[in-house]
């Protein structure tokens, strides 16, 4: 069972880019790809909101989830998000452990 946390970081005048690009250029995003049970760390921009950024986070389980939580990276990030003065939406979601029905496979181009 896998966990996904979609984070939404909004800001004014391209923070929320900014602190994505320093979170990479710091290798803060690199170290947090390595921790054990994650297995997706990837940013993206909405189209239609540039000064949102998504983060697409998702860890193996809970407990995973709960040590990165509890670890010293997480007040670094906390400080980021304070340098660039973001605000946040997130949304969390549970793997289905059956995966992607062979009847909506039928729509995947692969």
């Known amino acids: 069972m896998s966990i996904t946390v979609n984070l939404y970081y909004t800001g004014e005048n391209g ?11 710091r290798g803060v995003a690199d170290a947090i790809r390595a921790e054990d049970g994650n297995e997706k ?9 540039p000064e949102t950024v ?12 709960d ?7 997480m007040a670094e990030i906390a ?16 793997s289905d452990a059956e995966g992607v029905p062979q009847k909506d496979q039928d729509f995947i181009r692969k």
């Open 15 to 25: 923070s929320a880019r900014k602190f994505a690009e320093e979170m990479e250029a």
């Open 41 to 49: 760390y990837e940013y993206f921009i909405p189209f239609k909101d």
């Open 54 to 65: 998504l983060l697409i986070d998702s860890w193996r389980d809970q407990e995973s989830l």
């Open 67 to 73: 040590i990165h939580h509890a670890s010293p990276m």
């Open 79 to 94: 400080k980021l998000r304070d340098k660039y003065d973001l605000h946040m939406r997130v949304e969390r979601y549970v």
